[in-house]
T-cell receptor, first 116, second 115 residues
Framework: AQSVTQLGSHVSVSEGALVLLRCNYSSSVPPYLFWYVQYPNQGLQLLLKYTSAATLVKGINGFEAEFKKSETSFHLTKPSAHMSDAAEYFCAVRTPASGSARQLTFGSGTQLTVLP | DVKVTQSSRYLVKRTGEKVFLECVQDMDHENMFWYRQDPGLGLRLIYFSYDVKMKEKGDIPEGYSVSREKKERFSLILESASTNQTSMYLC??????????????FGDGTRLSIL
């Protein structure tokens, strides 16, 4: 079985500060990992994905994430927060296992607030 | 660009009603999904479908059913709506299973209130 843990349901940063959103996963096989962003009253939009190529993945809007197998982590970072980054962020995992192969397992989400 | 369209953004229904939520995608995707989203719980999978007339239960199928008569359309049905089904419902789709690293594409969601 696969699972995802997002540490911190709410994170606040000042505009211009580093953004760090944490995600840890459990999976018995090498996973595919995704970060999604959800702006108010909208669906989820893909930020970036890890698919066993480079461990440092760059996404849209200046975000990036690093896959660390030894730590089973896939933390999302952005060097300098912008007011428009305020949203809810979801980490998701998918493993190439039979039966659940088509399913994503989502974390519970982290609400990012950017302070002026 | 992939487009996943959910028929209603906001919906208000009464307890005991039969409720239909519709989702259409325009990219000929085989796989379609229905999730509900609740604060602090993230997204939980209700049902998914990997082909026309095929469906599989997700993590929380109780009180729901689905219909996939055409490839582009996936309907979620609340047989007898209850107040604990008040939630945000999200539809998603993905390409064929051979491309497992493909992300899911989401609709904008339907916020359903059961009174």
């Amino acid at each position: 079985a696969q699972s995802v843990t997002q540490l911190g349901s709410h994170v606040s940063v000042s505009e211009g500060a580093l953004v760090l959103l944490r995600c840890n996963y459990s999976s018995s096989v090498p996973p595919y990992l995704f970060w999604y962003v959800q702006y108010p009253n909208q669906g989820l939009q893909l930020l970036l994905k890890y698919t066993s190529a480079a461990t440092l993945v760059k996404g849209i809007n200046g975000f990036e994430a690093e896959f660390k197998k030894s730590e089973t982590s896939f933390h999302l970072t952005k060097p300098s927060a912008h007011m428009s980054d305020a949203a809810e962020y979801f980490c998701a995992v998918r493993t190439p296992a039979s039966g659940s192969a088509r399913q994503l397992t989502f974390g519970s989400g982290t609400q990012l607030t950017v302070l002026p | 660009d992939v487009k996943v369209t959910q028929s209603s953004r906001y919906l208000v229904k009464r307890t005991g009603e039969k409720v239909f939520l519709e989702c259409v995608q325009d990219m000929d995707h085989e796989n379609m999904f229905w999730y509900r989203q609740d604060p602090g719980l993230g997204l939980r999978l209700i049902y998914f479908s990997y082909d026309v007339k095929m469906k599989e239960k997700g993590d929380i199928p109780e009180g729901y059913s689905v219909s996939r008569e055409k490839k582009e359309r996936f309907s979620l049905i609340l047989e007898s709506a209850s107040t604990n089904q008040t939630s945000m419902y999200l539809c998603a789709s993905t390409p064929p299973e051979g491309r497992r690293n493909q992300p899911q594409h989401f609709g904008d969601g339907t916020r359903l209130s059961i009174l």
